[in-house]
C-alpha cells in the first residue's frame, strides 16, 4: 500500500457539510460526484496533499445511511492508494482479511476500490483504491 488517499466522512447533509469544511479548511470542495450504485452523494476536498471525502446518502439503504443509523455521524472509512488492486485483494485475502468486493468496482473519483469488513480491521472500515488510468 503507498499512502493514505482520502478519509472518509459520513454526513447527513452534504451541502451543509460543504460549507462547514470550507470554513474549516479555508478553500472549497473541488468537486462533487454522486455513486448511485452505491446509493451516495459526495464531495471532496483537498488539504495539503491530503484528501477528505464527505458522504452523503441517496437513499435509505445507502451503505451511509445505514452507517449513520448505528453509529452516527463521522469518520466512516479510511482509504488507501494500492498499485495493483487485484494482487490486494488476493494478498489481503490469504492474510486473513475479509475483503467485501472480490472483484473491484467502480468508485468516486475515477478508482476501482474494494473494502475490507471492519469486523477483520478492528472496527475500522478500509478502502483499497487504484487510480482508473490503465484499467476499464
Ligand atoms: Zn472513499
Redesign the pocket.
Known sequence: MNKIE?I?IAVKDIEASNSLFEKLFGEPHYKVEEVESEGVKTSFFKVGSNKI?LLEATNDNSPIAKFIDKKGEGIH?I?FDVDDIEFEIERLKKEGFTVLNETPKK??DNKLVAFLHPRSTNGVLI?LCQERVNKE
Do not use: D, S, V
Open positions: 482520502h472518509g471525502e472509512h482509504a468508485g468516486a478502502e
